[in-house]
């Protein structure tokens, strides 16, 4: 395979030498893009960062959820060969890759919306004509055409989120790594952005906190934590069908391809469904107890952690493992540990539809 | 009282005749500052701007070495230039001594860990990750290189400014290595020390003024152009 090492960013060939109109041969789809393995970051105090084994092939889609500290980032960077990983790891890119990025809090050069959507084209020394067009062009997918003169500095932050995305896609990059590219938008700007992203047909791996999103746009949702994959669905998310209404249960509900029957607030599209709950509204109790609260399981402790003065549950019900987020105290208070049978009481309302 | 309002009216009557000896003096000048001004920034961008964009052990260090190097005494600097350039000096086959090339060396010694530290102050904040988005976008080394100077041009070219303003008007490198010869290596500076030592205060006043008027121009110009590109 015709692959160069990332050795960080000094040591990698520019992306766009080869220039986006070269007339190369787009990786076909499944095509290895970026390939890691055994690549770790370590952050002193704290942990390692670690990606055991990652691809991304042309035409792939992941999210990458996690919470805050999780190494999301860190994985993205590393992806990219923006961060020297640890000795022994490699992160291969396939030869001349076009590679995207997107940075949490993007830097917009000093100029106007046009000048930033213009320096990846000038660059590449094309023709002023094809420069001026093609960021028309796209001026016209991120909603910005009429603030094309307008300085970079004066825009709000959903419009230099999608001004950063724009300048990021306008060199037509075969992958892209995004991180957070959800994260503090207005409704406009996430759905240009989500528009965008879901038309592309660039690979994508995107960091993100938002669930749905990662579902909407994402074939495959990796879960991190601490640094690390961790197997299973991420955070609750629950596959099954909906269940057709009959004579006298009311209400709407959802049975788990695990075999456990949730009760949801709003009724689901007929068939496949996938939902997800969020772990700090499941409530745990030693034993069951008469609330407004439509769905009550019986289960067992499976797995607990502790993380920044929360206990991270892991409940074992009849077919399924949920995860709950309970404070120490609570965790203390109610006396619970590994194997305890515990009950697990969620509403209706707290089950999302992905 | 008397005396210093005469010496000024002497000494504009000296400008607005257009002297040919005071302008030979302040192109000479002009010349010189302009050259070590030139060489200097060339030398000092490159290593501020690595420095601003790299975390290294010994960082520190080399920071604050700079730093106490911003204050080395001019004639410090003369010193040391004239030990390796005098006729019998390592140096001294290259007849450098008391020529504008002697004044231009010492001067670029002089304000190398100005520009560098003044420049790296102005892009420390910003400069890996200008660098680093630049280079994801595809730009080769160099051209992010050149877009982290100019998203930080207010503050470099602040730096380069200031080296400009400190060699124009330094007086020990210039007389140390010039030597101060007529329609030659002297300068505004050097000028004026000879003509206040021999008593033309009038000549010696209608230098201080141009010396004056041509900092204050330079600066205001700088301003105005920053300004112009910031809004």
């Keep these: 395979m ?22 190369r041969t787009p990786p076909e789809a499944g095509a290895p893009l970026i390939a890691a393995q055994g690549l770790s970051f370590a952050y002193p105090p704290h942990f390692t960062i670690e990606i055991a084994s990652f691809t991304l092939r042309a035409g792939e889609r992941t999210a990458l959820v996690g919470r805050n500290g999780s190494g999301k980032t860190t994985w993205l960077r590393l992806l990219a060969g923006l961060e020297r990983p640890g000795p022994g790891g490699c992160c291969r890119h396939r030869a001349g890759l076009r590679l995207g990025f997107l940075r949490q809090n993007p830097y917009l050069f000093s100029g106007t919306v046009g000048g930033n959507l213009a320096y990846p084209l000038a660059l590449l020394r094309l023709p002023r004509a094809e420069i ?41 990059p075969e992958a892209l790594l995004l991180d957070e590219p959800d994260a503090h938008l207005d409704r406009r700007s996430r759905s240009v952005i989500e528009g965008l992203l879901s038309t592309s047909p660039a690979a994508l791996l995107f960091a993100t906190h938002d669930l749905r999103f990662a579902h909407r746009l994402a074939r495959e949702v ?37 075999g456990l029957t949730i009760r949801v607030g709003h009724p689901p599209e007929p068939g496949e ?47 399924e493992v949920l995860t709950a987020i309970v404070s120490r105290g609570s965790y203390e208070r109610l006396g619970l540990n590994l194997g305890l049978p515990v009950v697990v009481s969620f509403k209706a309302n707290a089950v999302e539809i992905l | 009282m008397d005396f210093l309002l005469h010496s000024l009216g002497d000494a504009l009557r000296l400008i607005a005749a257009f002297d040919r000896d005071l302008l030979g003096i302040v192109a000479t000048t002009l010349r010189v500052a302009v050259a070590s001004t030139a060489i200097a920034a060339l030398l000092a961008l490159p290593p501020a701007l690595l420095i601003a964009r790299r975390e290294f052990p010994g960082k520190p260090l080399v920071l604050s070495l700079l730093r106490s190097a911003m204050a080395i ?49 102005a892009l420390q904040q910003r400069a890996a990750l200008v660098y680093e988005e630049a280079r994801l976008l595809g730009a080769s080394p160099r051209a992010a290189s050149w877009q982290v100077l100019v998203e930080s041009r207010l503050g470099v070219t602040t730096a380069v400014a200031a080296g400009f303003g400190r060699v124009i008007s330094e007086v020990g490198i210039a007389l ?21 030592s021999q008593g033309n205060f009038a ?20 301003r105005l152009r920053n300004e112009a590109r910031a809004a």
Excluded: C
Aim: charged share 20%; hydrophobic share 50%.
């Design chain 1, 222 to 258: 990796l879960h991190l934590r601490a640094g690390r994959l961790v197997p299973g669905t991420p955070e609750n998310v629950l596959s099954g069908r909906a269940v057709e209404p009959s004579g006298t249960s009311a209400g709407a509900r959802i049975r788990t391809s695990g």
């Design chain 1, 132 to 172: 001026a067009s093609r960021v028309a062009a796209m001026l016209e997918r991120i909603e910005l055409a009429p603030l094309a003169r307008r300085r970079s500095d004066e825009l709000s932050g959903g419009e230099r989120k999608r001004l950063a995305l724009g300048r990021a896609l306008i060199g037509k």
């Design chain 2, 203 to 222: 000549r010696a006043f209608a230098l201080g003024l141009v010396l004056l008027a041509l900092v204050v121009l330079i600066h205001l110009f700088l």
């Design chain 1, 2 to 23: 015709d692959m160069a090492a990332a050795e960080g960013i000094l040591a990698r060939a520019p992306s766009s030498a080869a220039g986006p109109d070269s007339g």
């Design chain 2, 176 to 196: 140390m290595l010039g030597g101060n010869i007529r329609g030659s290596t002297r300068t505004i500076t050097t000028a004026i020390t000879l003509e206040t």
């Design chain 1, 273 to 319: 469904a996938r939902v997800t709950i969020d772990p700090r509204s499941l409530v745990v109790s030693r034993e069951a107890f008469d609330s407004s609260m439509q769905n009550q399981f019986p289960g067992r402790i499976a797995a607990a952690h502790e993380e920044n003065g929360n206990v991270w549950l892991e409940i074992a019900l009849a077919g």
């Design chain 2, 73 to 121: 005494p001019t004639v410090l600097i003369g010193l040391l230039v004239y030990a390796f350039i005098a006729r019998n000096a390592p140096l001294g086959g290259m007849r450098l001594l008391f020529t504008p090339a002697a004044i231009v060396i010492g001067q670029v010694l002089l304000i190398l860990p100005l520009i560098t530290a003044l420049a790296h102050a």
